[in-house]
């Protein structure tokens, strides 16, 4: 493996006890790619410094032993520690993606895909931009989990920047700050959840240090000056547990552990008492050596014994044995009295010990779990489950991706919001504020403008654009995701609404007084919504409202009714359903007469006969047709109901044939149909929408024209298979709401 990539002397040297350690934990194997991974990391990122001036390979190669001794990873996290720089550096340069691609290549090809998925999702949290606003820490913390394919990535990160905040002291004072808050209430908070609880207890501290300097020297004084006294106080407190615990045969040993210095400044913060009011400054820690099946025997019986010496307090006892803590923590706490103070007394086996001390990465055993949308909390939580004895380390390809189901989007000014999965730019104005959403009539995403559907990705820097005349409308309700936007459309949409059925009905009900009309306000509206086919009377008022219906048509189109000239569109639906029964029994008396008429049979290849259709009447397959004999043009077919057929059949009888279309001919009719609608918003749309992706027809022109009134009209050129397509088409489309006649021309 090492060809050309041989470590030289100097890094010998240099990481000699790093490699001296590697070497007392891992096989020969693994040691051999740790050396390999120093030599690739020092070609590429050799000659860089730190602030210090130090090697900036020493921050990888300190992080690498983080990660192996004290978080408990194997092989590939120790030797994505060391490589991680590189990646992200070159990752970072604009122009370089055939140099990055050229590394990730090589990277793959000496160390395995394992690797490239740790360092490829370790460059992509460097990238993140985090923003120090308290209110978004919990935000930034998903969004890390998110942006992890591998479990392994967020370990490594939080090594990463343990190292760094026991470095804090070589970046200037801007960066200190800015590092500390985030290792406090972002990273810490995942070593929380991780059970990383020596980690976590050392970001806060080392945070808390930058970030509340004098109060930090004023605990750790008040430590060291009370520090003989308590020890001396725990040694006589133990004493007797130590008697009663070798009486009873037991192995065990005895710690104690004193509050971190985060946590005292946090309950002096909280409880408003100062450094001598924190009573639990210490806890007595007794850690039992014995079988996994003897665990909570063995537990339960140094409690009893604790409590014979002691008085506990049985309100704060607290059984994660039971029941462990979600992130993995089993331990069984008590708090007894002694000379007039409380102490808390922790027992737990050598086990248990190990998962608090070091985290549960020590013991999980990466498996296959089935992938689906969730939190990031429910995937740390999914992970914590996946904890199982075993000797393995963090060493397998945890196979399930952290399919959140959010997405985390910025701000132009860093802001972050999180937003489920499938999020517009609409969804991402009304989580701004609602009175955005409602305006909102675009966006740009990455400085690109884009519409207010455009769905969001991770890490999209959006900006909204608004429109003052703008309002929400209800098609947004189709592709928004979010609750919040859906709710504040819907009850615009209500409002507007309510709005609109008042001012229509008002404004109705003064024009049939003025126009004298025999009908109510109610009747008149009912007659309406069955007319242009709306299912609510609300619609009409809507309509009247927005001026989308003006008074002119509604009182000719009620005149109408109350003359009885509105019946023509029942009784043209009812000639279509006559008209399709004719056609059925003009096909059935075709099969019987087919073999006994001297007819002219249209698309018939057998007759061999010249014939073309006539320009005059237009005829398609399923009319009623004959035959014209011409002088020169051969026959040509007319429609019964042709305007010519009457002079022709008169003038020129011996000329005229029977004709009728073949039952299986095939072919496409080009016929034009004539419609008169209401101007109403999206007409065309509905009229084309009938056409072609109901009844699956060409359209080959349209043209429309507003006439007098609220009304427009215009043809439509369809082609269609047979006459009774044509029927059904014209049916169709004065089922539309609005239609007031359809009928073919030609």
């Not at 196979?399 to 991402?428: H, M, Q, W, Y």
């Amino acid at each position: 493996m090492m060809n050309d990539l041989e470590l030289r002397t100097e890094l010998v040297t240099r990481y000699n006890t790093f490699r001296q350690k590697i070497a007392e934990m891992f096989s020969e194997t693994t040691q051999r790619s740790v050396d390999a991974a120093l030599a690739y990391a020092d070609r590429h990122i050799g000659t860089l410094t730190r602030y210090d001036g130090n090697p900036m390979l020493d921050h990888d190669v300190e992080v690498a032993r983080i990660v192996a001794t004290e978080v408990g990873l194997g092989r590939n996290s120790t030797v994505a520690s060391i490589l991680h720089d590189a990646v992200r550096i070159v990752a970072q340069r604009e122009g370089e993606d055939e140099q990055l691609d050229q590394m990730l290549k090589e990277i793959r090809e000496l160390f395995g895909e394992e690797v490239i998925g740790i360092v490829v999702g370790l460059a992509n949290i460097s990238e993140l931009k985090l923003n120090t606003q308290s209110e978004q820490a919990s935000n930034f913390r998903d969004m890390i989990v998110a942006y992890s394919e591998d479990p392994r990535v967020i370990l490594i990160k939080l090594a990463d920047r343990l190292e760094v905040m026991r470095s804090i002291g070589m970046f200037p004072p801007e960066k200190r700050q800015k590092k500390s808050w985030e290792s406090m209430n972002l990273y810490a908070q995942l070593a929380h959840k991780l059970g990383l609880y020596n980690i976590k207890s050392e970001l806060e501290d080392l945070a808390l240090a930058q970030l509340e300097p004098d109060d930090y020297r004023h605990i750790t004084g008040k430590l060291r000056e009370s520090e003989q006294k308590r020890l001396a106080f725990i040694e006589q407190f133990i004493t007797p547990i130590r008697k009663g615990l070798d009486a009873a045969g037991i192995r065990y040993h005895i710690k104690s552990r004193t509050k971190s210095v985060y946590s005292i400044w946090n309950k002096m913060r909280k409880q408003r008492v100062p450094f001598e009011g924190v009573y639990d400054i210490f806890a007595i820690r007794i850690i039992i050596d014995c079988a996994r099946e003897q665990e909570k025997m063995q537990c339960w019986t140094v409690y009893s014994i604790v409590s014979d010496i002691y008085t506990p307090n049985t309100e704060r006892m607290r059984d994660w044995i039971t029941i462990p803590k979600s992130n993995g923590y089993e331990s069984l706490h008590t708090t007894v009295s002694a000379e007039g103070r409380w102490v808390e007394v922790q027992i737990r086996t050598e086990r248990m010990d190990e998962v608090a001390e070091r985290g549960i990465a020590a013991h999980w055993r990466y498996k296959g779990v089935q992938q689906g949308a969730e939190t990031s909390e429910q995937w740390l939580s999914r992970l914590r489950a996946a904890m199982e004895e075993t000797t393995h380390s963090l060493a397998q390809r945890f196979d399930a991706k952290p399919a959140s189901g959010e997405i985390f989007v910025f701000t132009p000014n860093g802001d972050l919001r999180k937003l489920p999965e499938g999020a517009c730019v609409l969804d991402f104005a009304f989580d701004i504020h609602s009175n955005l959403g409602a305006i909102c009539s675009g966006g740009k995403v990455n400085n690109r403008s884009v519409p207010i559907r455009e769905v969001l990705h991770n890490g999209d820097i959006v900006e909204i654009l608004t429109q003052k005349n703008q309002t929400p409308k209800s098609d947004w309700l189709s592709f928004v995701v979010t609750s919040k936007a859906k709710n504040k459309i819907k009850a615009f949409l209500r409002e507007e609404q309510a709005k609109h059925t008042r001012m229509g009905r008002e404004e109705l009900e003064r024009k049939l007084k003025n126009w004298k009309l025999a009908l109510t306000v109610d009747e008149a509206v009912n007659y309406l919504s069955k007319h242009y086919k709306l299912r609510l009377g609300t619609e009409v008022y809507a309509l009247i409202a927005t001026g989308k219906l003006d008074f002119q048509t509604i009182k000719d189109i009620l005149n109408r009714h109350l003359s009885g000239e509105a019946e023509e569109e029942r009784r043209a639906a009812a000639a279509e359903i006559e008209r399709q029964k004719q056609a059925v029994a003009a096909e059935k008396a075709e099969k019987r007469e087919s073999h006994s008429t001297d007819a002219l049979i249209i698309d018939d290849d057998i007759s061999k006969i010249q014939y073309k259709l006539a320009k005059c009447c237009n005829p398609i397959k399923g009319d009623e047709v004959f035959g014209f004999i011409t002088i020169n043009s051969g026959i040509t077919i007319h429609r019964n109901d042709c305007p010519n057929a009457k002079r022709m059949k008169e003038n020129y009888p011996y000329r005229v044939i029977e004709a009728r279309w073949r039952q299986h001919s095939e072919g496409a009719f080009r016929v034009t149909i004539r419609v008169v609608a209401a101007d109403t918003t999206g007409m065309a749309n509905h009229i084309t929408e009938v056409i072609s992706r109901e009844l699956k027809l060409n359209i080959r022109s349209m043209s429309f024209e507003l006439g007098k009134g609220g009304v427009v009209s215009g043809t439509i050129a369809v082609e269609v298979p047979s006459a009774g397509a044509a029927d059904t088409l014209i049916y169709n489309i004065l089922k539309i709401k609005g239609v007031q006649r359809a009928f073919r021309l030609n």
